[in-house]
């Protein structure tokens, strides 16, 4: 779980490194659109699923692993819906978080559509 928090966390500081490189005022708009909710879903997953279980020593300063960053917008969003795919289908996973992760993975697959416009 740390590591979807580590890809979602890459994936909006590749969009704003994508925000900050732009000329294009459009693109500079779509780039910030596609940081939406970002925040919102790591401090959900963080607080589901780490804090709930008092385990908040795993929060570290690598928590911006920069090996995940990729201007590809495209390419990180197939990554973390993979991921999303894969912690849902884990028997481990409840059915709280696995609601989350839905929920997260729906605003992945818009985001890809829109990251297919970049």
Same mark, same amino acid.
């Given at each position: 779980?740390?590591?979807?928090?580590?890809?979602?966390?890459?994936?909006?500081?590749?969009?704003?490194?994508?925000?900050?490189?732009?000329?294009?005022?459009?693109?500079? %708009?779509?780039? #910030?659109?596609? *940081?939406?909710?970002?925040?919102?879903?790591?401090?959900?997953?963080? @607080?589901?699923? +780490?804090?709930?279980?008092?385990?908040?020593?795993?929060?570290?300063?690598?928590?911006?692993?920069?090996?995940?960053?990729?201007?590809?917008?495209?390419?990180?969003?197939?990554?973390?819906?993979?991921?999303?795919?894969? %912690?849902?289908? #884990?028997?481990? *996973?409840?059915?709280?978080?696995?609601?989350?992760?839905?929920?997260? @993975?729906?605003? +992945?697959?818009?985001?890809?559509?829109?990251?297919?416009?970049?």
């Amino acid at each position: 779980m740390y590591e979807l928090i580590q890809h979602l966390v890459a994936f909006k500081y590749a969009c704003k490194i994508n925000h900050w490189s732009t000329d294009n005022y459009s693109m500079h %708009l779509l780039f #910030d659109r596609l *940081t939406a909710d970002i925040d919102t879903w790591v401090d959900a997953i963080a @607080e589901t699923y +780490f804090m709930a279980d008092d385990n908040k020593k795993v929060f570290k300063p690598d928590i911006l692993n920069p090996k995940y960053v990729n201007r590809d917008l495209v390419k990180m969003c197939i990554t973390i819906i993979s991921h999303l795919e894969e %912690l849902q289908n #884990d028997d481990e *996973t409840n059915e709280g978080l696995n609601s989350l992760l839905s929920g997260i @993975e729906e605003g +992945f697959l818009n985001k890809l559509a829109l990251a297919k416009l970049t």
